[in-house]
């Protein structure tokens, strides 16, 4: 099983996540961060730290969003490994809870 970044990281990239990682799965994209399926050991420590309550595990991935399964593969094998915070987006905190922002990920 793994855990699965979605939609609502979109244009927030909050990125607290990526430093309780013990296996370094997280991968940076423009405005958006994914999980490697292949390299998640499932320890749930990255659900929590989400500000905004995009990780889910897979098992618990509601099905309006069950295609970031997918995406979250598709994207860590092209997106480079991220370790540290960053800070977030400035305009982060605007984006937080905007329904459908898909059409906004950047690849």
């Known amino acids: 099983m793994t855990y699965v970044v979605t ?4 244009k927030c990239k909050y990125t607290d996540c990526v430093e309780v990682c013990p296996v370094d ?3 940076e994209g423009p405005n958006f ?7 998640c050991i499932d320890c749930t420590l990255c659900e929590p730290e989400c500000p905004v ?3 889910f ?5 509601p099905a309006a969003q069950s295609h970031f399964l997918e995406l979250n593969a598709e994207l860590s094998r092209q997106w480079p490994v991220i370790t540290q915070q960053k800070d977030p987006p400035g305009d982060a905190e605007e984006w937080e809870d905007v329904p459908n922002k898909l059409q906004w990920l950047e690849r």
Do not use: Q, R, V, Y
Request: aromatic content about 4%; some cysteine; overall charge negative.
């Open 7 to 10: 939609e609502n990281c979109i």
């Open 25 to 27: 799965c997280f991968h």
């Open 57 to 61: 595990s897979e098992d618990d991935l």
């Open 33 to 39: 961060l994914a999980i490697d399926p292949d390299e």
């Open 53 to 55: 309550e995009a990780i």
